[in-house]
Nanobody
């Protein structure tokens, strides 16, 4: 069992930066892949970035590649999403999720555990 709690969302101007954090609990945190998903208003939830259990592999949606960076600190049971050069289309609720690396690679939403989300609003 893994419990996930996101933080760091808020209102930011276009071109600005935010760092999201996801604190996990549970003994399996360090052996699961993690992903950040985004659900924009009126749209389906989509994978933004994913990271393998060791942190050695990452996967990004094309729309954020070069602007967002996912990382993790297994000693702290925490995964991060550094978001730079934010655009209005990055607005949405960001969810942290834990699951299999193959799910992250497939850009699938079939992860095993989910946080409740944190809202990011980018004003233009």
């Amino acid at each position: 069992q893994v419990q996930l709690v996101e933080s760091g969302g808020g209102l930011v101007q276009a071109g600005g930066s935010l760092r999201l954090s996801c604190a996990g609990s549970g003994s399996i945190f360090s052996i699961t892949a993690m992903g950040w998903y985004r659900q924009a208003p009126g749209k389906q939830r989509e994978l933004v970035a994913g990271i393998s259990s060791s942190g050695g592999r990452t996967n990004y949606a094309g729309s954020v590649k070069g602007r967002f960076t996912i990382s993790r600190d297994n000693a702290k049971n925490t995964v991060y999403l550094q978001m730079n050069s934010l655009k209005s289309e990055d607005t949405g609720v960001y969810y942290c999720a834990a699951g299999a690396w193959r799910t992250v690679v497939a850009m699938s939403g079939a992860m095993d555990y989910w946080g409740k989300g944190t809202l990011v609003t980018v004003s233009s």
